[in-house]
């Protein structure tokens, strides 16, 4: 087996195939790791393909993949994360009680916020996970534009997934204050799958860890 990674192009010709493939992979995940992802299997099965190419299109969110080669030349995609981004510093200002630092200015700090991570059991144990990050860092890094050189990343996820803390420790990330479902969701931009009317404790407990990574852009 052979793994390459790739950023998922949005204008591509054939971005349904690409959805296609990205819906697999997704619905799998959430099969597999129910509780690793804010969203469920129940909501997103029932999501059109319009949905999910909508998802590879957004012009807020890059999407990184590992695809999966075998021997006979049959490919799969087997592990994904996705940055949305630049994020202004209004919306990326944490809620008062999160303990998260206050951010700073948009001309000095770009802005990041990475979500997503996942890989298949399968084909764990080989750091595709760490692999699929440095791809979206190197990306982060060789961004062409007018951007801040230094660049922030920030993730949020559930404390019981121990795995993925330890994942990220190793890749340089430091605590950085706590958040709701809720704040996820919307700092994720799936306002989406946020309830109308009043939330419950599921939604606004305060128990989700924040971690942050600087990066420097090459230049």
């Excluded at 087996?1 to 010709?13: A, C, N, Q």
């Excluded at 961004?143 to 949020?156: C, K, S, T, Y």
Aim: proline content about 6%.
């Amino acid at each position: 087996m052979e793994y390459h990674f790739i950023k998922v192009d949005r204008e591509e010709p054939d971005i349904h195939t690409s959805a296609t493939k990205y819906k697999a992979l997704r619905l799998e995940a959430l099969r597999q790791s129910p509780t690793a992802f804010s969203s469920t299997l129940e909501v997103e099965s029932q999501f059109s393909d319009s949905v999910w190419i909508s998802r590879l299109q957004n012009a807020e969110k890059e999407t990184f993949v590992c695809v999966a080669t075998a021997k006979d030349g049959q490919s799969q995609w087997v592990g994904q994360v996705t940055l949305r981004g630049p994020v202004p510093a209004e919306e990326f200002l944490p809620p008062a009680g999160s303990e998260q630092p206050t951010p700073a200015p948009d001309d000095e700090v770009e802005k990041w916020q990475m979500l997503s991570l996942y890989t298949l059991p399968s084909h764990r144990g080989m750091k595709l996970g760490s692999r699929l990050c440095e791809k979206a860092f190197e990306f982060l890094r060789s961004r062409d534009g007018e951007g801040a050189r230094r660049i922030m990343v920030r993730i949020m996820v559930k404390p019981e997934n121990v795995a993925t803390l330890r994942l990220y420790d190793g890749l340089g990330f430091e605590r950085a204050g706590y958040c709701t479902l809720e704040e996820a969701l919307r700092a994720n931009g799936d306002t989406g799958l946020i309830p109308a009317g009043t939330l419950d404790d599921h939604y606004t407990t305060r128990s989700g860890i924040v971690m942050v990574l600087p990066l420097e852009r090459m230049r």
